[in-house]
């Protein structure tokens, strides 16, 4: 056994108990959780449950001091003897900013179906523009745990779509030529595949040759099921693992029968006005994370939004660096 007094503090091992919380809208949140405490009580109840757990050793011996200037946050680890808090290894780690601003931040995100702007979220939570920048960073991080882990199966429509590089409002002398059609000059190719009724898989690709596109469908789509594309030649030979169906799009064939990218081609509108109106523009280097931010919300689009949230928390474990982000 440890001292129970150590630095004046005492230790004691609390059961933590705190129940999902039934929220509707950003007014509910302030109510359930009015101040740090209670936040760092819920994020300790989505981590752990009843045993807390060391993250820098994973022994369940720890304590939790109850007095003193961090009662209520910082445990005693028994097994590798130092101290830490459920903020240890996740997204939270090492930030300053208080706990009520990152919930307010992930309920807004989460519950925005296009998103919300950096510069929008620094006045709502009273941050500057590049910390409000890294919070959503971080939290489109939380998002995308485990999406490129998911297999698709049944009916799946294929598509890619191209971000970027609008050439219709610049002077002639400016355009860059033949940038035309499926063009990866100054735009970014985004390949997506949508299991009709449920999920959806998004990306950004170097290439939209045969090799890359059937390479993820492979990865991702259970063989055996029917694979929905348009006419695009680098889907020529899916008929070897799959049922696949084509529309042409170039005559003008957008459906024929069961055979369509209808919903795939829905999310790519989602996508790209949340882009244009939210955004405005994406770099290359960051569109992974906007691509799998819309995924999520589109893949939880049956949930409420307190659901969705919890979640989220649930997903709170890694780390995000602002000279990662910025890479």
Not at 179 to 200: C, I, L, N
Not at 211 to 217: A, M, N, P, R, S
Not at 242 to 269: C, L, M, P, Q
């Amino acid at each position: 056994m440890f001292n129970a007094y150590i630095c004046g503090a005492f230790f004691s091992r609390n059961s933590i108990v705190t129940t999902e919380p039934k929220l509707s809208n950003l007014l509910d949140l302030h109510h359930r959780f009015p101040t740090e405490q209670s936040c760092f009580d819920y994020i300790e109840e989505k981590r752990w449950g009843r045993k807390p757990q060391c993250p820098r050793c994973t022994s369940e011996k720890a304590a939790k001091f109850t007095t003193g200037k961090y009662a209520g946050k910082l445990w005693y680890c028994n097994g590798c003897k130092k101290q830490f808090t459920v903020k240890i290894g996740t997204v939270f780690e090492d930030s300053a900013i208080p706990l009520l601003k990152w919930f307010h931040a992930i309920w807004i995100c989460t519950a925005h179906k296009k998103g919300i702007a950096s510069t929008q979220l620094a006045k709502d939570i009273g941050v500057t523009q590049k910390t409000a920048w890294h919070m959503l960073g971080r939290i489109r991080l939380m998002m995308s745990h485990g999406s490129m882990e998911k297999t698709l199966s049944g009916t799946i429509e294929v598509d890619e779509t191209y971000v970027g590089g609008k050439e219709s409002n610049k002077h002639k002398d400016k355009k860059t030529p033949n940038t035309q059609g499926r063009s990866t000059k100054t735009k970014t190719a985004v390949f997506g595949m949508k299991e009709r009724g449920g999920d959806v898989i998004c990306y950004p690709v170097d290439s939209v040759n045969k090799e890359t596109l059937q390479g993820g469908i492979n990865e991702r789509v259970v063989q055996g099921s029917t694979v929905n594309t348009d006419e695009w030649a680098s889907y020529i030979g899916l008929s070897d693992n799959y049922t696949h169906e084509t529309v042409d799009h170039g005559a003008k064939e957008y459906t024929r029968g069961f055979a369509h990218t209808n919903n795939i081609e829905d999310f790519w509108s989602l996508l790209k006005r949340g882009i244009i109106g939210v955004y405005h523009s994406v770099s290359p280097v960051h569109l992974h994370r906007y691509c799998g931010e819309f995924a999520y919300r589109s893949n939880t689009r049956s949930v409420t939004d307190a659901e969705r949230f919890g979640m989220v928390m649930g997903q709170a474990n890694g780390k995000l660096t602002y000279k990662e982000l910025t890479g």
